[in-house]
């Protein structure tokens, strides 16, 4: 009976086995898992007798009710296998025919998943942003508020990473001679440096760049220092760097001008703005409208340029012709804003220029000069908006405006007085050119007094106003405030001049302002006012 029962045994076994499966189990004892095996060992199922395997018949006839479970854990485990179980126990060996025939995917994937690891590429590192080719200007960043002065300023400041590029805005005068030196700073970290000396333009961007200098530490108790004389008045661009790039650390950096160290400069290039009639006009063809100032100006060191646009247009048609002058100025020189100084019209071409042009980041300050912001009494009576004015005297006026410009008829002058009208300057121009929050607007009034006009004349150093211009004079002043009119410079009512930061009264007529016919009062000189202009602009860094 107990071979038969053996027998019976492994064709039971067979059902739920594979081939290799059965010699395993015969090997092992166990499908896949030994332990369950064990556990049936255990379990009184099958009973080692003197080395005799022996069954328990009535339990197998009876349906011994932990045989059939154990029979179930079997088939279990084993269905398991042949429809690709993922976990193969450790030593297990499974065949490649054996792995197509079950379509066991997981094992397949287990064998492709090294190949695919090794094939993958290593990541590329990326390119340094910078190395010791690398222009400095590309990536300085000013640390802290510009330097103005070349005249002995110390800063320190720190390199604590790669690429780090600090910048420093300079300005200095034409001819003056300067030595900047770079320093480390302390014992723990000092910096082996670079440092460069550039032109505007590498802030700017506006044109390429000039380098004056570039030199780097050999030894970090050394420094570096070199001197040199500025080629132009205006801004400069220092930077600092660690040594290609790759050093870190502190550093003190200084300059200081040894020769020719009291001229003048601004940081940006001043450009003078002409009013209506110009440069082609009667009264001032034999001279430059502002008389003598650029070249007071440049002497004194400053850098000065000066437009010239149509005498009688609208700031509209003189604005567009302006621009393209002014940009020429900002090339040339590369430098990053202007400083835009104006007399009477060209004030309205300025603010044209910054608010409908869109050209208010390269424009620093605009500084005015009797510049009718609310229009002129003098435009409107001679374009017929105010009633009352005798036929005579408005004759007369046109008669004396035409000659004094230059105009070539009365309908050029006409329309150009249109566009300094009250209802004008009011309701169309002020409404279309706000002001523009990144630039500074300063204004000054120009204020003349009557022949027999006592009173006045006292409180203006005896200023009086100058005959060709009475008539004009005493029409402005002469009427309603609230309608444009008061104390004025012969042309422009001072309300009207009196815009932005305004910087107070002048005692002078409008041909005074700019240096034409004879100046009458004590105490004001068109050069001293343009060269206090610019102080004011050297004085508070721009």
């Not at 300085?140 to 320190?156: C, D, G, L, R």
């Not at 082609?280 to 440049?298: C, H, M, R």
């Not at 009494?377 to 405006?401: E, K, R, S, T």
């Amino acid at each position: 009976m107990r071979p038969f029962v053996l027998f019976t045994f492994i064709v039971l076994l067979s059902c739920a086995c594979s081939s290799e499966q059965m010699q395993g189990l015969l090997s092992d004892g166990d499908c896949e898992n030994t332990e369950s095996s064990d556990s049936d060992l255990n379990s009184g199922d099958i009973d080692p007798v003197d080395g005799d395997t022996e069954f328990e018949i009535d339990d197998k006839a009876d349906g011994d009710a932990e045989k059939v479970e154990a029979g179930d854990e079997a088939d279990t485990d084993c269905d398991k296998q042949i429809d690709g179980d993922k976990e193969n126990s450790e030593g297990e060996n499974v065949s490649d025919a054996d792995t197509e025939t079950d379509g066991d995917s997981d094992a397949e994937n287990e064998e492709v998943e090294p190949d695919a690891e090794a094939e993958t590429e290593p990541e590329i590192e990326p390119e340094p942003l910078c190395n010791a080719e690398s222009n400095p200007t590309d990536f300085w960043t000013a640390e802290a508020e510009p330097k103005f002065s070349v005249n002995s300023w110390t800063i320190e400041g720190e390199i604590e990473a790669e690429c780090q590029t600090d910048g420093y805005l300079v300005a200095g005068a034409a001819g003056m001679q300067v030595t900047v030196t770079l320093n480390p700073l302390g014992i723990d970290n000092p910096l082996l440096g670079r440092l460069t000396i550039n032109d505007a333009a590498s802030a700017s961007g506006r044109r390429a760049g000039t380098r004056y200098f570039d030199e780097s530490d050999q030894f970090p108790m050394n420094g570096t220092q070199t001197t040199l004389i500025l080629p132009y008045s205006g801004e400069y661009l220092i930077t600092v760097s660690g040594k290609d790039y790759r050093y870190y650390g502190e550093y003190e950096l200084s300059a200081a001008c040894t020769a020719n160290c009291g001229t003048r400069f601004t940081r940006f290039p001043i450009v003078l703005m002409h009013g209506m009639g110009g440069f082609d006009s009667a009264l001032f063809n034999l001279l430059t409208y502002f008389n003598g100032v650029e070249e007071d100006l440049d002497n004194m060191g400053y850098d000065v340029d000066a437009t010239v646009v149509p005498s009688f247009q609208s700031s509209e048609v003189r604005a567009a012709m302006v621009e393209e002058q002014l940009m020429e100025i900002l090339t040339n020189i590369g430098a990053r804003k202007l400083n835009l100084v104006a007399h009477s019209q060209g004030g309205l071409d300025a603010r044209q220029f910054i608010s409908s042009m869109h050209h208010g980041d390269d424009v620093a300050v605009l500084a005015m000069v009797a510049t009718p912001n609310k229009g002129s009494v003098v435009g409107d009576i001679i374009i017929g908006n105010v009633p009352g004015i005798g036929q005579d005297i408005l004759a007369g006026l046109v008669d004396f405006m035409f000659n004094l410009f230059g105009a070539s008829s009365e309908n050029d002058l006409k329309a150009a007085l249109y566009f300094i009208s009250t209802d004008y300057m009011n309701n169309i121009f002020n409404p279309a050119n706000p002001d523009d929050p990144r630039v500074r607007y300063w204004s000054w009034a120009g204020v003349s007094c009557g022949m027999f006009d006592s009173s006045c004349r006292a409180s203006h150093a005896d200023e009086r106003v100058s005959t060709f211009l009475a008539l004009s004079y005493s029409l402005i002043l002469n009427g309603d405030p609230a309608e444009g009119h008061g104390p004025n410079d012969g042309m422009v009512e001072q309300n009207s001049a009196t815009y932005g930061e305004f910087q107070g009264i002048i005692n002078a007529d409008h041909a005074d302002e700019i240096g034409q016919v004879a100046t009458y009062s004590d105490d004001f000189h068109h050069l001293t006012l343009y060269r206090n202009i610019a102080k004011k602009l050297s004085d508070e860094n721009y």
